[in-house]
């Protein structure tokens, strides 16, 4: 990620955060490939979105995000550790 990029989701996290998306078509079938309860490293966390469905479709999650702030705020939206 180029400076100015992670410079902005820096600034906006929670503005980010706010925006509301549905978890995405391609990640419903890419858990459909994995076996029950595998491990995910999520590079690119974000506000959480998809994590927050990793999680309750039972995976274990590592999730990470070049902004600490945007990790932070996925951590508080899963009540789970991301960095």
């Known amino acids: 990620m180029d400076d100015a ?3 902005f ?3 906006n996290a929670g503005a ?12 419903t079938g890419f858990l459909k490939l994995l076996p029950p ?9 974000g506000a ?3 994590a927050a469905v990793m ?3 039972g995976f274990v999650l590592r999730g990470a ?5 945007m990790a932070e705020v996925a951590a508080r939206r ?5 960095g």
């Open 48 to 50: 959480g979105n998809h």
């Open 16 to 27: 980010y955060a706010g925006w509301a998306k549905a978890p995405s078509t391609r990640l």
């Open 37 to 45: 309860g595998g491990t995910i490293l999520e590079l690119g966390c």
């Open 9 to 11: 989701y820096r600034r």
């Open 65 to 69: 995000d070049g902004s600490p702030e």
């Open 5 to 7: 990029t992670l410079q």
């Open 55 to 57: 999680l309750a479709e």
């Open 78 to 82: 899963i009540n789970h550790p991301a």
